[in-house]
């Protein structure tokens, strides 16, 4: 009984992707050990959570069985959208407010063109992807404004001894979302929707509804990051968060995130967004040419995804044996049974 | 068996774009029975099972549940009164537990809010093994993966969720299709212990021979219409099949 546990444990993905976290971490920390410096830390953490809050976004529409490509743009146009109303002489609340409502209207309309016309969310968010960001460039006027500082960005973002407050704000979306989505009914409805539609649907699950609210919290929470980001680095700029929804899909599949929905976790989605970000640390400690951290992190992706693959088919297969070894006992037993399993 | 009829269809009728699927069936299904509903592919026995069901409706026609008229427009509202339906590949997620797809949509909740709340794990899984074992079914754990499990012990499962809902009638299309003869055998048990507790069962085919052991009655469906519907100790497996070959 034991080793069954611990081998169900190790077959998830989001343990694999862990320990491939720590056997990284080691190496980078041979070859240089200001790697895992409090001052590294620091710096690599400081940044971390608002690729870590996209992430899980975008996880959780994943497990749904949708996608959402759109996540790099509203990065931009959600902080971009605040600069710019604070900049008309709105109260900084109302803009922040208002700015995250865009967010939640882009993600409704990734959802409603998918859901209404039946499209595949890799198209509609894919156009949402040029819309958006067309939309933040416009939103310029042709220049970068200045960051208003009536914006309270202190808030979000001030930097404790080691820690940013954005840390605290990720704690807590990760700790939210994580309640809703392995521990209430929503998450079962989540992750059934994403596992077999139909069967969700024959069961009375709104399989609609629940992927539409998958898309506005992806939209919420990549607006939201992207607010971070711009309260972090004093300036809103159009070209934020550019490519920042593949990373994100990366950081999610790294985790354990199946591109077929249905599998996923919180944690393993954010343990992907911390080795993406720390992947790029540590090419740059080891003396690397920083170019080399988008082959180093297109090597992870489809090591990770081969490594899970292969865990959890080694598993099935364990299991599968064991079966097969049962059934062979109890048809020996039964001394009359000559059938014999189809798998 | 008793000579109560819980369902009653009268004359119904469905269309699907020019297509009549379904010609003037009524049908009355006995409480606490199990009815095999036979016919060739194509003989609308999908189709009478997805209005039973609530998934679609009918174009005329009643059906009466336990006497009284009804109309669903969700399978929500079949499954609420207690019409449970187990469709051929599409009963349970793949990747998730057992006891998570025992509950599905049905979830025991605590700290609700609406009707979204944190999951009774415990309670849960409690109740997901009792339902197994009351069907017979000896399971290692609740978290299993369902995609763990053979093709016989899925249907077991299925059959377990709606014994725990205390469903009134199991519909069960196809549910000893590509299975083995051992794992089909164990679905027939489930079935067969399913009439002992109450339920009735439609029990959906084109293999006579899976039925006909455990089937109080036997109604055969060519063309979209009903051909034959007869008690067990009025025929026999000779004239069902002569029925079903020639229609």
Redesign the interface.
């Given at each position: 009984m034991n080793t069954?546990n611990l081998k169900?444990i190790l077959m998830r993905p989001e343990i694999s992707t862990f320990i491939m976290f720590v056997v990284i971490m080691t190496g980078f920390f041979i070859a240089n050990e200001n790697f895992l410096s409090a001052r590294n830390i620091r710096i690599v953490m400081g940044i971390t959570p608002e690729y870590i809050i996209v992430a899980i976004g975008i996880a959780i529409l994943m497990i749904s069985g949708e996608f959402d490509l759109s996540v790099g743009s509203v990065f931009a146009l959600v902080p971009m959208t605040m600069v710019q109303l604070v900049h008309q002489g709105m109260p900084p609340w109302v803009a922040i407010a208002l700015g995250l409502s865009i967010g939640i209207a882009v993600g409704f309309v990734n959802g409603f063109i998918t859901l209404r016309f039946g499209i595949p969310s890799f198209i509609a968010t894919l156009g949402m992807l040029y819309i958006a960001r067309s939309l933040t460039t416009v939103a310029t006027g042709g220049f970068p404004p200045p960051f208003p500082h009536e914006l309270p960005n202190e808030l979000f973002v001030f930097q404790f001894e080691v820690f940013r407050a954005s840390l605290f704000w990720m704690l807590g979306v990760a700790f939210i979302a994580g309640?809703m989505l392995h521990?209430?009914?929503?998450?079962?409805?989540i992750?059934?929707t994403g596992?077999?539609t139909?069967?969700?649907?024959?069961?009375?699950?709104k399989t609609n509804n629940v992927k539409m609210f998958c898309f506005i919290l992806c939209g919420f929470l990549a607006g939201f990051a992207g607010m971070i980001q711009t309260f972090r680095i004093e300036a809103p700029l159009p070209s934020q968060g550019y490519l920042l929804e593949l990373e994100s899909i990366a950081a999610a599949v790294i985790g354990g995130v199946?591109l077929f929905g249905?599998?996923g976790t919180i944690f393993g989605a954010a343990i992907g967004a911390i080795l993406i970000r720390f992947l790029e640390s540590g090419i740059i400690m080891a003396r690397i040419d920083a170019e080399w951290f988008r082959a180093g992190l297109g090597s992870l992706i489809i090591i990770s995804v081969v490594f899970n693959t292969w865990v959890v088919r080694r598993g099935?297969n364990m299991?599968?044996k064991n079966?097969a070894e049962e059934n062979e006992n109890s048809s020996q037993k039964n001394n009359s049974?000559t059938?014999?399993?189809?798998? | 068996m008793s000579n109560e009829n819980i369902i009653e269809c009268k004359d119904l009728n469905k269309y699907y774009s020019g297509v009549h699927a379904l010609k003037n069936l009524s049908l009355k299904i006995k409480k606490d029975s199990v009815v095999g509903l036979i016919g060739d592919n194509g003989a609308g026995k999908s189709t009478l099972i997805k209005i039973l069901s609530g998934?679609h409706s009918p174009d005329s026609g009643h059906i009466y549940f336990e006497g009284n008229e009804v109309k669903f427009k969700?399978?929500?509202e079949a499954?609420n009164l207690g019409i449970e339906?187990i469709?051929q590949?599409?009963?349970?997620?793949?990747?998730?537990s057992i006891a998570?797809?025992i509950?599905?949509?049905?979830?025991q909740?605590t700290f609700s809010l609406g009707?979204?709340?944190?999951?009774k794990?415990k309670s849960m899984d409690k109740a997901a093994m009792d339902a197994l074992n009351d069907v017979e079914l000896h399971l290692?754990s609740p978290?299993t993966p369902v995609?763990?499990l053979?093709?016989g012990e899925r249907q077991g499962v299925v059959i377990a969720r709606a014994m725990y809902f205390k469903s009134k009638v199991l519909i069960l299309d196809e549910p000893t299709n590509h299975l083995?003869?051992?794992?089909t055998n164990k679905v027939l048990r489930f079935v067969e212990g399913l009439k002992k507790q109450g339920v009735t069962s439609i029990f959906i085919t084109h293999n006579l021979s899976h039925v006909y052991p455990i089937a109080d009655h036997l109604c055969v469906m060519a063309r979209g219409e009903k051909i034959a519907d007869l008690a067990k100790e009025d025929t026999n497996i000779d004239e069902l099949t002569d029925l079903l070959v020639n229609g």
């Open positions: 069954n169900s309640i521990r209430s009914n929503l998450g079962n409805w992750y059934s596992g077999d139909a069967a969700a649907s024959s069961m009375g699950i199946s249905g599998v099935e299991v599968h079966q049974v059938e014999s399993k189809d798998e | 998934a969700s399978t929500k499954m339906t469709y590949y599409s009963a349970l997620i793949p990747q998730m998570r797809n509950f599905i949509g049905r979830e909740t009707s979204i709340g944190l999951m794990t290692r978290d995609n763990q053979s093709g083995s003869v051992k794992e």
